[in-house]
């Protein structure tokens, strides 16, 4: 059964930094996969955050994040990361990881973690 787990939420101040952790478990190897974090504030739809290709650790981001936020994975432990800098107070919402195969398929899902930006 594949399971994420994602951590690292919690309050910080406009141009503070927080660094968000998603494991993965019940997969050999993640070589086919895409990790991708969204996010989704009260009242808005769920929007698309950055996304990270486990074979070669391409990725690809919202461009409200660019140059800000940066994705990369560990293979040796099956943990992705979201390090957001420079955060605003417009950043916060729950922010979800995701697990998709290469392929197409299933969307495996995170519960979320809070993160929360005062000005």
């Known amino acids: 059964q594949v399971e994420l787990a994602d951590s690292g939420g919690g309050l910080v101040q406009a141009g503070g930094s927080l660094r968000l952790s998603c494991a993965v478990s019940?997969?050999?190897?993640?070589?086919?996969?895409?990790t991708d974090w969204f996010r989704q504030a009260p009242e808005v739809e769920r929007e698309f955050v950055a996304k990270?290709?486990?074979?070669?650790?391409?990725?690809v981001y919202a461009d409200s994040v660019k140059g800000r936020f940066t994705i990369s994975r560990d293979n040796a432990d099956n943990t992705a990361y979201l390090e957001m800098s420079n955060l605003k107070p417009e950043d916060t919402a729950m922010y979800y990881c995701s697990l998709i195969h290469k392929g197409g398929g299933a969307r495996y899902w995170g519960k979320g973690t809070l993160v929360t930006v005062s000005s």
């Open positions: 019940g997969l050999a190897t993640l070589r086919s996969y895409i």
């Open positions: 990270i290709y486990w074979n070669n650790a391409s990725s």
